[in-house]
């Protein structure tokens, strides 16, 4: 808290704060005071979830993109979900793929929809205009990465302050097998279209998530930051594709072969929890940058 008061001090002196003549401690005091709510903001965000007051996010608008959807397997081929469009970056790649699942039948699609449906609730009580990249499909399946009425384009078009493509993975070991073993999340930005705001909100969705409990990085992804638990990916065409403006992460829950892990993720507290911890680092990004 020290060091917050003092930081502010800089910004203070420069609007006339009289700082000549007075001990650090009475500075501290003064500053505490003059810049009590900012101090606080500060605190919250870097230590809890806790959601601010209903109406910080008015005017705002976040697209949420769940990824897959639960009827991706059912149309396949180059006229569903194989169909071929844009990387963003030169080539081309399918359209969107089927996701993985848990063992006992949970979809990634589902658990993806199931946590946006909370985190829609929880960001317009803040106030928020939201936007899924699920909501008015016209087909049962996708929608396709790119292209018309795609992720990216549905992205493009809202120009939102922040937005989050949410996915839960599938581990696998080296030779392709499943791994049951394998545990935790990842946030995942883009190395090829790279977004000094993407890793801002990146680095506050981390923050919150471990902020949970019982939670840690993926230990089965070689991270570019342990300690963030960062992923930087060139793959991906929906941040490959946007304007680097726009605040994207991509959020790799846990890992839906470890039974354990599946089972919690499948647990609508902790996916209460989860959508919470999201929406408070959507804020944190929205209202302080
Ligand atoms: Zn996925």
Redesign the pocket.
Known sequence: MRQTARNVLTVGAVFGVVAAAANWETIDAELEKRFNTNAETESTTTSTTTLQAAGSLTGSVVVLDP??HPNNASHPGPDGIGAQVSDGRGGMKDCN?T??ASEDGYS?GQF?LDVAAKLTTALTNLGATVISTADGNPNDYGPCLTGPNSRAEIISRNHPAAAVSI???GAKHPDGSIDTEASGFHIIVSGYNESAPSRALAQKLNTNLLAIGGVQCSDYIPLEDPASCLDIRDDLAVPNTIDAAIPLVTL?SGNMKNPSEAARLADPAFQQQWAEAIAGAIEAQLTQG
Do not use: M, S
Request: aromatic share 0%; no cysteine; proline share 0%.
């Open positions: 990824g897959h793929k996701g993985t990634e993806n996915h839960a993975d790799e």
